[in-house]
């Protein structure tokens, strides 16, 4: 299906190392390959045991010493990975210290440290992926776990199949197949947003068409420069991000996406005065409890009826109506669910869970820095980096965590990777 991609030893490691047989080491190399490749499927797929841990978690840790040793070669990997330690270490810290005083249930506790674990450690198996097979088949491989994930857990009855199961898998998919294809990725991401406007899938249409203007960006002219600065990048997307959210309120406002959209719409700006804060009223939930408990609360903690009072008074102060069952039920009803992912992380691990989605965000966009100074980036890594921005904000932990994997792995770059702008075909690219 692939080749497998294997970096040339060094002189002085081709004296020092004993001689092989070379069908030997050709076994090996396929016997990796393959074991990669059904863990990048596990991860996709999310199945869980009877212990309610996931099959790729388990799998992940037995494959550790594989692709622990892998980080080494790519950029900023090597942080990422202490600051996550750290902030878990710190996380069990608050753990230990709500003790005193709060309920801490242990199926929650062990639940939501190995979701933490899986999301960035899965990171480092989607880089050892690219290592053995290339980053092409390891998008193909880890969309299509996803693919399968959405058949195992289908969608819940209120939504949508497109927008509660198959929009990610499918974008996702199509794109790992249109990997380093600038025009086929194009055409690909107009037509999802197409797709996604007609089922009413409103924040990924707004990604795509954001994906879609860079890539149009890549097609003019002028020769690559070497580098993108770190402001430029954030600026652009910032803009274009702005940009894309004006356009498409307009466009809900004035009807133009079905008079449904258009009703809810209005009324979530007449109710929060902004469509975001309309949509999401979580976020004013997050801030109250920030500001009220700075320093987060631990993995497994439970909620109690102050910190739901604090929460309440926040969404209040929107003019949303607090106590509809969505609050206590979803948000507080069997733990911490504050609906985005940087809400999620503090809850867990405090300041030094922001410190880490902070590091991840300034890691991202330095990626995707030197990819578009180079005309470089692709389809997949552009829609993949946006939405876990938007993630951040707008979506839980849970359903966040395995897109947020897929695009920490798939935009960082190979420390001793020659100028983007110097190469003919992608080094990792075997297909």
Not at 107 to 118: A, C, D, N, P, R
Not at 255 to 281: E, F, K, N, T, V
Not at 338 to 358: C, E, F, N, T
Request: proline fraction near 4%.
């Amino acid at each position: 299906m692939t080749a497998v991609v294997s970096r040339v030893p060094s002189s002085r490691q081709a004296a020092t190392r004993p001689a092989e047989d070379p069908r030997t080491s050709r076994r090996w190399a396929n016997a990796e390959a393959l074991t990669c490749a059904l863990v990048l499927l596990s991860l996709g797929v999310r199945f869980y045991l009877p212990s309610q841990i996931a099959l790729g978690f388990l799998l992940m840790l037995v494959t550790a010493p594989a692709w622990l040793g892998v980080l080494r070669c790519y950029r900023f990997a090597n942080l990422l990975a202490a600051i996550i330690l750290t902030s878990i270490v710190f996380g069990i810290g608050l753990t230990t210290y709500s003790l005193a005083s709060r309920y801490v249930t242990r199926t929650s506790l062990v639940s939501e440290v190995t979701l933490v674990l899986l999301t960035f450690g899965g990171a480092g198996v989607v880089l050892w992926g690219r290592e053995r097979l290339g980053s092409r088949a390891t998008a193909v491989l880890f969309a299509v776990g996803l693919l399968a994930g959405a058949a195992l857990h289908g969608h819940s009855a209120t939504q949508n199949g497109w927008k509660g199961a198959w929009a990610i898998p499918v974008t996702t998919l199509l794109l790992a197949l249109t990997y380093r294809r600038l025009l086929a990725s194009l055409v690909v991401v107009a037509g999802l947003a197409i797709v996604c406007v007609v089922n009413d899938t409103r924040a990924l249409a707004s990604v795509l068409v954001v994906s879609m203007l860079l890539l149009v960006w890549q097609l003019r002219a002028p020769a690559p420069r070497a580098r993108t600065s770190f402001a430029w990048t954030g600026m652009t997307m910032g803009v274009l991000g702005v940009l894309a959210y004006y356009l498409g309120q307009a466009a809900l406002v004035r009807g133009l996406l079905g008079a449904q959209a258009q009703a809810r719409s209005i009324q979530q700006i007449d109710q929060a005065g902004s469509l975001i804060l309309g949509g999401r009223p979580e976020i004013t939930a997050t801030a109250a409890l920030i500001a009220a408990h700075p320093w987060g609360y631990g993995f497994g903690v439970a909620p109690r009826n102050s910190d739901v009072l604090i929460a309440k008074t926040g969404m209040a102060r929107i003019n949303y109506d607090p106590n509809n069952g969505y609050v206590d039920r979803f948000m507080f009803g069997s733990g911490f669910e504050l609906h985005s992912v940087l809400g999620d992380i503090w809850v867990r691990m405090g300041p030094l869970g922001l410190l880490l989605l902070a590091v991840v965000v300034v890691v991202l966009v330095a990626s995707l820095a030197r990819r578009l100074g180079a005309r470089h980036a692709n389809g997949l890594v552009l829609f993949l980096v946006l939405w876990a921005f938007w993630n951040m904000l707008f979506s839980p932990l849970l359903s966040a965590a395995l897109p947020l994997t897929l695009a920490i792995g798939m935009a960082l770059l190979r420390v001793d990777d020659p100028p983007l702008e110097s190469r003919h075909a992608d080094l990792d690219a075997a297909s």
